[in-house]
C-alpha cells in the first residue's frame, strides 16, 4: 500500500506573514491599501478568487484580481531575498518522513510561491511533487485528489494549519492532521500537533503501523537480555554504578548489561549516568562541558575508579555479553550524541548484542535503519513523550506504569522491560507481566 504525506505551506512549513505584509504594502502603497499581520494572516489559505474581495474593497474582482497579480510578483520577488521562517527542526523530521513516505505540498497559493519556498529554504530534496491553485485553477481538495490519481497513492495524511485545510482534506476524503504550532485553530481537532517533530508518532498511528512484535524483538535481541539486566552494571558496595569493575563483575558472572552514554566538550563517548558528576566523585562537573582528559585527570569515581569510555567498555565485553546503552542528551545534543555513538557501535559484530534505550525519542530516531532494537524509556503515561509509545521496537518503562490499562493492552503483542527492580519481592511481582527487567540490588537466580 502506498502511503504518503500532502503538506499545506503557510502556517505549516514556514510563517512568511512579516516578508508578505511588507512585500504588499510596498507594491498596493499607491493604490492606498496598507496591510498589518493580522489582515494578511487571515488571508493565509485562501484562493486568489477568495483574497481579492477581502483585500481590495474599493476594486471590482476582475480588477483585484489584477491588483493581486501585482502583489503575488512583489511578494515572490520580496520572498526570494527575504524568505519566511521554517519551523524548529524542520530539516530533521522532513528527512526522517522522507526515509518512508513520498511528501508533497499542496497550497492554494499562486504560481511561483511554492517553488520560492522550496529554493530560499533549500527543501527541494524533500518533496516528490508539489501542485497549487495557480498551476490547475483547481480547489485544494481536487489538487489533493489529483496527486492521488497522478501517483497512484492508495492513502494520503494532509497536514495544514487552518479549518479550510480540515474541510478541503474532507472533501477528498482524507486522513488530517491539525497544525496547531500555524495560523489558524480547531476547537476539539483530534489529531493534532503542536510541533513537527509531534508528526512522526501520529503519521504512524493514523497509516495504523504498529511496532514490532514481541516476538520479533526477542528473535532480534541477545537471549541474555531476557534473563535480566544489571543496572549501570552489577555494582555493590565495591564497585560503583557505571565503572569498569560493575561491568566486570556481569562480564564474570554472563549477565547483560545497562549503562549510560554522554558526549564529551570534546566528542568523545562518556559512560556515567548523570551530566554532574557530584554525585559519583564528590566533585563538581558537568561531563558535556569537559573534555575527556580533563575527566579522565581531575576526577576519580568513588571505588578509585576512572570514569570509563564507551569505548574502554566495548573492548573490555568484547560481545561477551550483550548491553542496553542509554542515550543520554543534554541541551538538545541528541543529534551529535546519537552520532558518535554510531561511530562507535559500527565495530560491533553482531547487532543483537546492542540494544538502545532513551528518555529522548529524537535520539532514538536517529538510529532509524541501524538495526538495533530500540526502546522508549518512560516513567508515566503523563510523560510529553508517550505519544511516542507504539512508534518504536519495544517499551522500557517504570514498573508502577504497569497498572495501566492501555500498557496491559501494549504488553499482549509487544515487548516490555520494566525498571528499576531492587528486590526479590518487586521481581516476583511483576516478572510475569513484562519480557524482562532491569535491577540491582540483588541477583536474578537463573
Known amino acids: 500500500m502506498k502511503q504518503c504525506l500532502l503538506f499545506d505551506l503557510d502556517g505549516t512549513l514556514w510563517d512568511a506573514l512579516e516578508p508578505i505584509t511588507t512585500s ?4 498596493m502603497k499607491k493604490y492606498n491599501y496598507q496591510y498589518d499581520l493580522d489582515t494578511i494572516k487571515s488571508f493565509m489559505g ?3 478568487k477568495e483574497t481579492c474581495p477581502l483585500a481590495f474593497k474599493n476594486h471590482s474582482l476582475e480588477e483585484g484580481l489584477k491588483l493581486f497579480d501585482i502583489v503575488l510578483k512583489a511578494e515572490i520577488d520580496y520572498l526570494s531575498k527575504n524568505p519566511g521562517k521554517i519551523y524548529p527542526n524542520e530539516d530533521e523530521v522532513l528527512s526522517l518522513l522522507k526515509e518512508k513516505y513520498d511528501l508533497f505540498i499542496v497550497s492554494n497559493c499562486d504560481k511561483g510561491y511554492i517553488e520560492n519556498y522550496l ?13 497549487c491553485v495557480g498551476d490547475t485553477s483547481l480547489d485544494k481538495w481536487q489538487n489533493i485528489l489529483y496527486l492521488k490519481k497522478k501517483y497512484q497513492i492508495d492513502e494520503i495524511i494532509y497536514i495544514g494549519d487552518t479549518l479550510k485545510d480540515k474541510i478541503e482534506a474532507n472533501k477528498a476524503n482524507v486522513k488530517f492532521i491539525h497544525a496547531n504550532y ?11 500537533i ?17 511496532p514490532l512484535t514481541k516476538k520479533e524483538v526477542i528473535d532480534n535481541i541477545n537471549p541474555l537480555i531476557l534473563k535480566g539486566v544489571c543496572h549501570r552494571g552489577l555494582h555493590n558496595s565495591l564497585y560503583i554504578e557505571n565503572g569498569l569493575k560493575a561491568f566486570e563483575n556481569a562480564l564474570t558472572r554472563h549477565m547483560a548489561i545497562e549503562l549510560d552514554v554522554h558526549l564529551s566538550k570534546d566528542k568523545k ?5 548523570d551530566s554532574f558528576l557530584k554525585r559519583v566523585t564528590n566533585k563538581d562537573g558537568i561531563i558535556e562541558e569537559l573534555t575527556l582528559e580533563e575527566i579522565k585527570n581531575n576526577y576519580i569515581l568513588l571505588d578509585g575508579e576512572k570514569i570509563p569510555t564507551l569505548d574502554e567498555v566495548l573492548s573490555l565485553l568484547n560481545e561477551q555479553i550483550p548491553i542496553v546503552l542509554e542515550l543520554k542528551t543534554y541541551n538538545d545534543n541528541y543529534i551529535e550524541l546519537a552520532k558518535y555513538v554510531k561511530e562507535k557501535l559500527s565495530l560491533i559484530k553482531d547487532k543483537k548484542n546492542i540494544m538502545l534505550i532513551s528518555f529522548d525519542p529524537r535520539a532514538l530516531l536517529q538510529f532509524n535503519n541501524e538495526g538495533f532494537m530500540r526502546s522508549l ?11 511516542y509509545y507504539n512508534y518504536f521496537e519495544s517499551l522500557d518503562i517504570y514498573h508502577e506504569m504497569l497498572k495501566e490499562d492501555i500498557i496491559k493492552q501494549y504488553q499482549k503483542n509487544h515487548f516490555v522491560n520494566v525498571w528499576t527492580i531492587n528486590s526479590k519481592n518487586l521481581y516476583n ?9 532491569t535491577f540491582e540490588n540483588f541477583l536474578i537466580e537463573k
Open 377 to 387: 524509556l518512560l516513567g508515566s503515561t503523563n510523560d510529553v513523550t508517550f505519544k
Open 194 to 210: 503542536n510541533s513537527l517533530y509531534e508528526l512522526i508518532p501520529l503519521v504512524e498511528k493514523l497509516f495504523n503501523h504498529q
Open 46 to 48: 485562501l484562493t486568489p
Open 24 to 27: 504588499w504594502n510596498q507594491a
Open 429 to 437: 511481582k511483576v516478572i510475569n507481566q513484562v519480557d524482562t527487567v
Open 182 to 192: 500555524g495560523f489558524g485553530k480547531i476547537d476539539n481537532e483530534e489529531n493534532e
Open 119 to 131: 529554493n530560499a529554504c533549500q527543501k527541494t530534496q524533500y518533496f516528490t511533487d508539489h501542485v
Open 269 to 273: 563517548i562518556i559512560v556515567c549516568h
